[in-house]
């Protein structure tokens, strides 16, 4: 796990950590984590625990 | 018309299965300054959106199917306080009254900050407004592109703006705008932000859009200086355990993670995503940059205008339809040949269409830097590169998998 500053933490699983140092592409990397992600063995999380998911792509400016 | 699942087969089978996320409102299109990489090309017009304007989005397309529950009101292309905190309590006022009861409206506000005072803070406070201030870093990179029409710097006022902001405990986010210049100096970016108490950043890059022909970062090798100059504030952000939340890092992280399990929204290629309305009630859709841009083909991008067109008129005009299929066409295309677009999807209109003429094509400047220099970066982060696994101190590597920050 590693903090993000003081609001947001990542954690990925050793399993995972190592899937994606195998992985060569860009598309074989988010392959892995976006599987990851959608499984819980990689998070995003907020100050309280919270998983941060905007799912949004440039938002215009910060505007939603 | 219910806005669910397929619009029509004239609108390059565009889908937009979600309502507005945010209504982009050009109040005026002047503003006070003149910088160098502005690329709004009205900003000397003294006009001001007229309250017949304000009451036709209130009673048309605030009450259409195309809103949902909630919505981000932007007041923004041009400077918007120049027209003082009156106006906006009338605009406020002619919103609400036309809305429905169960519409939730956010309003914020996109600034220099130059104008900002007491009196804005009051209105900002009583009306639970988000502000967005526009500052460049520290003095010598502000100034050198954000000045007056008589050529003065405007660092002094937006530092004035911060702290009313801070004094008062508005909340407040900044957008920095990135040039070739500032890319060699991210420990003074980041140390500035730092001590202002700014929480929140957004990395802009000077980009070729709008009237703004050129850009100080089309260059070659910019990409990699742009990831450094980001893997450096990523570093110092880990090690210092700072509050910033940067939109660049944090999102791309987010993204990177999310994409599978929540499908990427790309606002500015989904229609009616985002809407924009300029002073005279003309209305478009897709990126907000693209209301004052002209082009041969299309001539403007306006699909209608609010005070004599309906929502449905809007939604399905020749414009519309035509405008649709052409950026349909270029995401398509992404989503063909760039292995970033489950992450992106689908660039930004204006981007292609300033850089290459049309809205059908695929990788532009923008898409090189903001999109792929991040991601690649974030991917390194994530797979736990050295400069990650000795960011923070008490950082222990368990058998070279893991990591514990704490």
Redesign the interface.
């Known amino acids: 796990?590693?903090?993000?500053?003081?609001?947001?933490?990542?954690k990925?699983e050793?399993a995972v950590?190592?899937d994606?140092?195998n992985a060569s592409?860009?598309?074989e990397?988010?392959a892995v984590?976006?599987?990851?992600?959608?499984r819980g063995s990689?998070?995003?999380k907020d100050e309280n625990g919270v998983s941060?998911?905007?799912?949004?792509?440039?938002?215009?400016?910060?505007?939603? | 018309m219910a806005i669910e699942g397929t619009l029509s087969s004239t609108a390059g089978n565009a889908e937009f299965a979600s309502p507005a996320?945010?209504l982009?409102l050009q109040s005026t299109p002047f503003c006070n300054i003149d910088c160098s990489y502005c690329y709004l090309p009205d900003r000397t017009a003294r006009v001001r959106m007229p309250d017949s304007v304000l009451e036709a989005i209130a009673g048309k397309l605030l009450r259409s199917s195309l809103v949902g529950r909630e919505l981000?009101v932007?007041w923004?292309a041009g400077e918007p306080l120049v027209l003082g905190p009156a106006y906006y309590e009338n605009a406020f006022a002619i919103l609400r009254k036309g809305a429905p009861a169960s519409l939730a409206l956010t309003h914020?506000f996109?600034t220099n900050g130059t104008l900002i005072s007491d009196q804005w803070c009051d209105l900002f406070k009583a009306h639970h407004a988000?502000v967005?201030l526009s500052i460049d870093g520290p003095e010598r990179f502000h100034d050198r592109h954000r000045r007056t029409r008589s050529g003065e710097g405007t660092f002094a006022k937006v530092l004035r703006a911060i702290a009313l902001l801070h004094a008062q405990e508005l909340p407040f986010?900044v957008?920095c705008v990135l040039t070739a210049d500032s890319l060699d100096h991210a420990d003074e970016f980041f140390e500035f932000f730092q001590a202002l108490g700014v929480t929140?950043v957004?990395f802009n890059m000077e980009e070729i859009e709008g009237s703004n022909r050129q850009s100080s970062l089309n260059q070659p090798g910019i990409e990699q200086r742009y990831k450094n100059f980001l893997s450096r504030y990523f570093d110092l952000?880990?090690q210092?355990?700072?509050?910033?939340?940067v939109?660049e890092?944090?999102?791309t992280?987010?993204?990177?993670?999310?994409?599978?399990?929540?499908?990427?929204?790309?606002?500015?290629t989904e229609p009616f995503s985002?809407l924009t309305i300029d002073t005279a009630g003309n209305v478009s859709t897709f990126?907000?940059e693209l209301l004052a841009a002209r082009d041969e083909r299309f001539g403007g991008f306006a699909i209608g205008n609010l005070l004599t067109d309906e929502i449905e008129d809007l939604m399905h005009s020749p414009k519309f339809a035509g405008i649709a299929a052409e950026i349909a066409a270029g995401v398509d295309a992404c989503r063909r040949e760039c292995?970033?677009f489950?992450?992106?999807?689908g660039g930004?209109p204006s981007n292609k269409l300033a850089e290459a003429g049309r809205l059908d094509t695929t990788e532009t400047l923008y898409c090189r830097v903001?999109?792929k220099a991040v991601?690649?970066l974030m991917?390194d982060k994530?797979?736990?590169d050295e400069t990650?696994r000795s960011?923070?101190p008490g950082?222990t590597v368990?058998?070279g998998?893991?990591?514990?920050?704490?």
Do not use: E, W
């Open positions: 796990m590693f903090a993000l500053g003081n609001r947001l933490s990542v990925i050793p950590l190592s994606l140092r592409t860009v598309g990397k988010l984590l976006g599987a990851a992600g959608s990689a998070t995003l941060v998911h905007p799912g949004c792509v440039k938002p215009f400016m910060d505007g939603n | 996320r945010l982009v981000s932007l923004h914020k996109q988000v967005g986010y957008i929140r957004l952000l880990v210092s355990g700072s509050s910033q939340h939109r890092l944090h999102d992280v987010s993204n990177i993670l999310a994409h599978r399990a929540t499908p990427i929204h790309n606002v500015l985002t990126s907000p292995a970033y489950p992450v992106c999807g930004s903001t999109v991601t690649d991917l994530l797979a736990g990650l960011a923070r950082v368990s058998g998998q893991d990591f514990a920050a704490q």
